[in-house]
Every structure is written in C-alpha cells, then in structure tokens.
C-alpha cells in the first residue's frame, strides 16, 4: 500500500509539472497558471495581434487579454492594431472620436480571430461578461456552433451590428458600474503598491502601460493577476 501511495504521489507531481509547463507565458508571465475562469486560455493559445510592451494587456482597462480571451476584440485604431479584453472597450474606443476599423473578434470554437461582421454572436448567456455589467457576448464562426452555445447555456444568437447596438445601448450604466469596481481596486493597489513596490516615480498612460512597467523591471516582486491590475490602476489614478 505504502509503495502505491508513493507512485501515485510521483504520478500528481509529474501531471502538475506538465500542466505548469503548457502554462508558461512570455513577457514576464513564466509559470504563472490561469485561474477557472471560463473566459481564460492558456498564454500559448491566445492570439496577440498587438504588439510593443504592453502587448499582453486590453489598451482600455489593462486587462491581461489571455485571462478574458474568448470575449477578445481586435481593431485598426488610427490606423494601428489594437486589441480589447472585450466589446465593451471596443465602444469605449469607438467613443473616443477615433477612427475604428476592421473589426474582429475571437472565435470561439477555433480561438482565432475573425471579422466581427461574420460573426454570430451569443449575447446574455449564463458565462460570465467581460467589463459589462450583465450581459455577456461570446462569438462564433458559424451559427450552427452559436446555436449549440445558445443551446446549453442561454442567451440570444444575433449579428455583430446587433450585438454591438445593444453595447452602445447598455455603455453607460455599464461604465458607472466599471468605474465603481475601479475606485475600489484601486483603493487596494494603494496599500499592495506600499507593501510590496519599490518606489515608482513614472507616470503612466494607461494601466496596460503601468502593468508592463512593474513585470519588465520587478519593482513589485512576482506580482501578477487581480494585485497587479490593483496597483496598475492606482498608479494611473494616484
């Protein structure tokens, strides 16, 4: 029995290797796992389109993109490729007076990305949303795999122009509701930032900007996940 116990102990440890191993990310992400988040694909599945430093993070809210990626959008912003945890920052972007073009989203039977305006949108089934208040929206290439998605887990099938009317329609209370969550965030970014940062002197953009700037130069030690995206907001706001 002894000697069975031991087997199976080497056996958990190999397989949580392994699984450590398929998780490794770029950018100063190494070994850092992905919590059960629906929304969530490991770092080497996830389609970066963007690039520069900050590459890993939504350009609106700073989001890390692989741990909301199936609700991912892409764009030509100005003539240069953004990428957005959600379509809720979509519409932020398209309400900030640039110009946005060539839309795409992921799809969620391939986790590629394709035009939005193909897509068959998912919208207010029981998987999470992404920055919206309630009503989530989940893409799909083709609409038999939206119905099937429909099908098992709620919600409505509908075009990118619907979808995206409906966001436009729902951008202000989910705004008021994105904004509280930020304050409080960032309260507790304040205290992690005099805990565990060094002194940080630079002034930031956008919290994608600040989040880069903590994981290339580890003024905050192995900090990742919701602290990280804490102190990213406190930095902008502070």
Do not use: W
Not at 2 to 30: N, S
Not at 74 to 79: E, F, N, P, R, Y
Not at 109 to 114: A, E, N
Not at 120 to 149: D, H, I, L, R, W
């Amino acid at each position: 029995m002894r000697k069975f116990i031991i087997a199976l102990a080497v056996m958990v440890g190999l397989v949580g290797i392994a699984q450590a191993e398929e998780m490794r990310t770029p950018g100063g992400h190494k070994g850092l796992h992905m919590p059960k988040n629906y929304r969530a694909v490991p770092f080497a599945k996830a389609q970066i389109l963007q690039e520069g430093p900050d590459r890993l993070y939504c350009v609106k809210c700073g989001m890390t993109l692989p741990m909301f990626y199936r609700t991912n959008h892409a764009a030509k912003v100005d003539g240069k490729t953004e990428q957005f945890c959600s379509m809720y920052c979509l519409v932020e972007e398209m309400n900030s007076g640039k110009k946005v073009s060539d839309v795409r989203v992921v799809d969620n039977s391939t986790l590629k990305f394709i035009p939005a305006a193909k897509a068959f949108y998912v919208v207010g089934s029981s998987k999470p949303a992404t920055m919206a208040k309630k009503v989530s929206k989940y893409a799909f290439g083709t609409e038999a795999a939206a119905q099937a998605f429909a099908e098992k887990f709620g919600g409505r099938v509908m075009a990118y122009d619907a979808a995206l009317a409906l966001a436009q329609k729902d951008y202000e209370s989910d705004t008021a509701a994105k904004k509280m969550r930020q304050a409080k965030a960032a309260k507790k970014g304040a205290m992690i930032y005099k805990k565990r940062c060094q002194p940080i002197a630079k002034t930031f953009k956008n919290v994608a900007e600040a989040k880069a700037y903590i994981t290339a130069n580890n003024v905050c030690g192995d900090l990742k996940g919701k602290p990280l995206q804490a102190v990213g907001l406190y930095l902008l706001r502070r």
